[in-house]
Antibody, heavy 117, light 110 residues
């Protein structure tokens, strides 16, 4: 059974940093693109970033470029999102999802990030 | 990277059909056959319903269908059932290796 479990969310002050993790199981992690998608409270979905199987290609939404870094460790079946210089508008539930965007059929339950003083 | 345009709400009675539109540009919806649709119930993670414009993942009822014409994609739900009441989001690949979502449509089963 495919499972994606996010962790690392929490309350952080504006300008602070947080690192999200996503533990994957039930499939060959290194065979798949992976993506982070976020959803602000009461709002719609927003694509944040994705990463190729070998980590050699990474793409970001403009609003997080230069602040967020997506990475993966295929040996640990894990996906990460390093978030720096956090802003109030980054407050959201962050979902880890299998796939690069074309067919993201598996999603985690999400981890909540709250940026507030 | 502008969001795709969806109607905020749609509704239909049980057994009826409803179509939700998703309008973009030639740089996203119109330029690529990489449109997908997600269903999201309150407090739950999104679920993939349609990918590559009209393909259904295994386990998704054939009451759900997708299509595209020009810069507008559509999701049609036939034979509406109470459990179809949810938020629906379209998603498309766009120029320069990014993906964009629509603002979402709240589907109400009357």
């Amino acid at each position: 059974e495919v499972q994606l479990v996010e962790s690392g969310g929490g309350l952080v002050q504006p300008g602070g940093s947080l690192r999200l993790s996503c533990a994957a199981s039930g499939f060959t992690f290194s065979d798949h693109w992976m993506t982070w998608v976020r959803q602000a409270p009461g709002k719609g979905l927003e694509w944040v970033a994705n990463i190729k199987q070998d980590g050699g290609q990474k793409y970001y939404v403009d609003s997080v470029k230069g602040r967020f870094t997506i990475s993966r460790d295929n040996a640990k079946n894990s996906l990460y999102l390093q978030m720096n210089s956090l802003r109030a508008e980054d407050t959201a539930v962050y979902y880890c999802t299998r796939g690069g965007g074309r067919c993201n059929s598996y999603w985690g339950q999400g981890t909540l990030v709250t940026v507030s003083s | 990277q502008s969001a795709l345009t969806q109607p905020p709400s749609a509704s239909g009675s049980p057994g009826q059909s409803v179509t939700i539109s998703c309008t973009g540009t030639s740089s996203d919806v119109g330029g690529y056959n990489y449109v997908s649709w997600y269903q999201q119930h309150p407090g739950k993670a999104p679920k993939l319903m349609i990918y590559e414009v009209s393909r259904r993942p295994s386990g998704v009822p054939d009451r759900f269908s997708g299509s595209k014409s020009g810069n507008t994609a559509s999701l049609t739900v036939s034979g509406l059932q109470a459990e179809d009441e949810a938020d629906y989001y379209c998603n498309s690949y766009a120029d320069n290796n990014v993906w964009v979502f629509g603002g979402g449509t709240k589907l109400t089963v009357l």
